[in-house]
């Protein structure tokens, strides 16, 4: 059931290399890509690569993917020169935080002053 979801899953295809995306960062767990509609002007979205649908899934057995997921959000911060300004990382989770893609990801997004509390 897991492996269907995961074979048709678009981040997976972004993790296995299947689907084109403009990666600024790779490890063994995790990859992160410019968003394809980027609501900023720095938007990358960080994937842990296995197939985890949302946080209502995080647990200990894959603590180790969102762990590693912020070590990578600090290093793309740094790469991209947004981290001594700001910048907002934000994880939808279901339908009324407007979760589109059921595999879990963090929105990084910089280069613009975001409001509190978001919309
Ligand atoms: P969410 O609403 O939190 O599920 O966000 C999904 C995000 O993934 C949106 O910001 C989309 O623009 C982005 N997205 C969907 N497909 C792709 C893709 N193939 N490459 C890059 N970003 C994508
Ligand atoms: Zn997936």
């Known amino acids: 059931m897991e492996k269907d979801m995961a074979a048709d899953c678009i981040f997976c295809k972004i993790a296995r290399g299947e ?4 990666k600024v960062f790779e490890d063994d767990m995790v990859v992160a890509f ?14 842990p690569k296995a197939h985890i649908p949302s946080v209502n899934e ?3 057995d894959n ?4 762990g590693r997921v912020f070590a990578a ?11 001594r300004k700001g910048y907002r990382i934000v994880t939808n989770t279901g339908k009324d935080a407007g979760q589109l893609v059921m595999h879990v990801h ?8 975001f ?3 978001p919309g």
């Not at 603590?63 to 969102?66: I, L, P, S």
């Not at 963090?106 to 002053?113: K, P």
């Open 58 to 60: 995080a647990g200990l």
């Open 115 to 117: 409001g509190w509390p």
């Open 63 to 66: 603590a180790a993917g969102f």
């Open 106 to 113: 963090f929105h990084l997004m910089a280069g613009r002053e």
């Open 34 to 47: 410019h968003d394809i509609n980027p609501a900023a002007p720095v938007h990358v979205v960080i994937v």
């Open 19 to 22: 689907v084109p995306a403009k």
């Open 73 to 83: 959000a600090a290093r793309i911060a740094r790469d991209l020169g947004v981290d």
